[in-house]
């Protein structure tokens, strides 16, 4: 299964809209200290950092945010993901924990901890933190929470529980995209071909499929020995997606 977790919004979310500050020098570079925005402005300049992938500065920035505001949990969180994309674990672990220190009822650092710990292979812990997002009344987005925990579950492998969370998403928002795919993925893991056409049809009914999801459909499709909707699925496949690698192998296959 694959580890794309979505981490909902509130930290990547300020991360790719962080604007690019100046000081009052006009320089990006200039340490901003005795501005009563300090904490911010070096903030976004170590987002901005982070997002171009210069991560030692990212560092800089972030951890004078984090010195002049030691209660800005967006910055231990942007400053956690620099340090994972720098291998430093223990630093990063230390940064989140700071996070969830300083704002404990805030839904986007937990659920940003939780991926945080899925990765790690905390599966318990990381269940612990996706719970506590999920439940936060102030959480408008919770079906992409549960999805998310629902993806961690699945690496543990925990099916059953996995399939409880994304149930859970489809009733807080029954069009949701991801959690249908992701219940047809695990039904047709269980052979339940019936179960996963049911699931992929109600993506499909509010959804553009894609290439893989068409392919999907197909091989759904062959398994329940349909061989028109088969081949339907495929024909659209190479109409829409002519140059895409699962219409190569329809097209090997045929």
Not at 14 to 21: D, E, F, I, R, Y
Not at 109 to 130: I, M, S, T
């Amino acid at each position: 299964m694959n580890k794309a977790y979505r981490v909902v919004s509130g930290l990547l979310f300020l991360l790719l809209t962080a604007s690019c500050v100046s000081t009052t020098t006009g320089s990006i570079t200039e340490p901003v200290r005795d501005d009563k925005d300090a904490s911010e402005l070096n903030y976004q300049l170590g987002a901005r950092y982070y997002q171009q992938g210069s991560y030692v500065l990212a560092r800089d920035r972030l951890l004078l945010a984090t010195e002049i505001d030691p209660k800005m949990a967006v910055a231990f969180t942007t400053l956690a993901l620099t340090y994972e994309a720098l291998d430093n674990l223990r630093l990063a672990t230390q940064a989140y924990e700071r996070a969830v220190r300083v704002a404990p009822k805030d839904f986007n650092v937990q659920n940003a901890y939780a991926v945080f710990l899925c990765r790690q292979e905390d599966y318990n812990g990381a269940a612990k933190h996706f719970d506590k997002a999920i439940s936060h009344s102030e959480n408008d987005d919770s079906e992409v929470t549960l999805t998310n925990a629902g993806l961690c579950m699945m690496e543990k492998p925990d099916v059953d529980k996995a399939e409880a969370y994304f149930r859970v998403a489809l009733e807080r928002k029954p069009r949701h995209g991801d959690a249908l795919i992701q219940l047809c993925l695990l039904k047709y893991q269980q052979k339940d071909y019936l179960g996963a056409r049911a699931f992929l049809q109600r993506f499909m009914s509010s959804n553009i499929p894609t290439a893989g999801v068409l392919y999907l459909a197909s091989r759904i499709e062959d398994m329940l020995g349909n061989d028109r909707g088969r081949t339907e699925y495929e024909d659209q496949l190479i109409r829409e997606f002519p140059t895409s690698s699962e219409a190569r192998k329809v097209l090997g296959s045929g």
